[in-house]
């Protein structure tokens, strides 16, 4: 089968194709083979700066072709989950427990673009609890995560929900989504202060993330752009910072996981959550794809097709 793997860290260019022998999945694993897969930043930037060649991981949708002992799923059904090594390939392996069903009606792609970003969204909504009739920022709001954060937001009541982006370029897609306002990172003024931030950037952008909350505002930090919160910013304001990470509630909370995934699914069903791909991007032009993330365009999820 194709598979993409990286050996040394760089930029796109650094990806190359391979030919190996299909893998096999072992006790709670299935083996998918791959219609769609997701392209992260996490994943993007493990290429870039990580500590040498690590597998592509990532989101998988496709059709099982293999169970392992105890997975509790039927070769040939629909199936997304999560690829913890080598997602980049026609075949992957996903353990059981990061998998569900794709409904009939939806495609690999749309898989690909809702679950673990929608999972995200949802959990960051979450742990920023907005009031009804409250205000929210979503950075990166253009982003796989962001633009169905965006959308948590809107659905949720919030009165007012302003998107952060990179560029004015994406203005007319998270307006789209439903963002009342949108501000460019470089702008001066973030408007008036929000009661909750859904900040999926980080490093350089929490200091300017942290000022432009309300007192007693919450921000949820998600991204993985690190970055330190200065105690004085969020003292003045009686502001308090969360971490979330979909990985703590995957491991830790199964029942929850899958409360939210059955959910998510009833969300688009009713279309109160459109996730959107931005691009479908052949699985031995990967490069490609990582450098639209690269250069930060994306709108939505990019998506690698096999
Ligand atoms: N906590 C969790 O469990 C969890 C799980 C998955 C993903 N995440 C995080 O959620 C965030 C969004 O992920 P995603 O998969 O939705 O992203 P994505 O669809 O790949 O979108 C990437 C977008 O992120 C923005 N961005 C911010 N900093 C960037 C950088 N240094 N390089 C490139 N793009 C950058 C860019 O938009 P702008 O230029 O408009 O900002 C870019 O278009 C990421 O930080 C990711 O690590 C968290």
Redesign the pocket.
Known sequence: MLRVRFEVNGGPEVLFTERVRVPVPGPGEVLLRAEAIG????T??KVREGDGPVPLGGEVAGVVEAVGEGADFAVGERVTGLCFAHAYAEYAVVPAAFASRIPDAASAATAIALV??GL?AR??YEAGSPAPGGSVLV????????SLALQYARAGGAARVVAA???PD?ADFVRALGADEVVT?DAADWGDPYDVVLD????ELLGPAVRALAPGGRLVA????GGTVEAYELLVRGASVIG????VIARGRPEVYARWLGELWDLWERGVLRPAVHAEVPLAEAARAHAV??R???L???VLVP
Not at 139 to 146: E, L, M, Q
Not at 200 to 203: D, P, S
């Open positions: 392209v992260t930043l996490p993007v930037r673990r970003s995200v959990g960051a950075t990166a709001a253009a982003s796989a995560v962001g982006v990179g560029s994406k990172y999926g950037v980080g490093g998600f991204g993985s752009g979330f990470q979909m990985a993330i690269e930060r365009e994306n939505g999820k990019v």
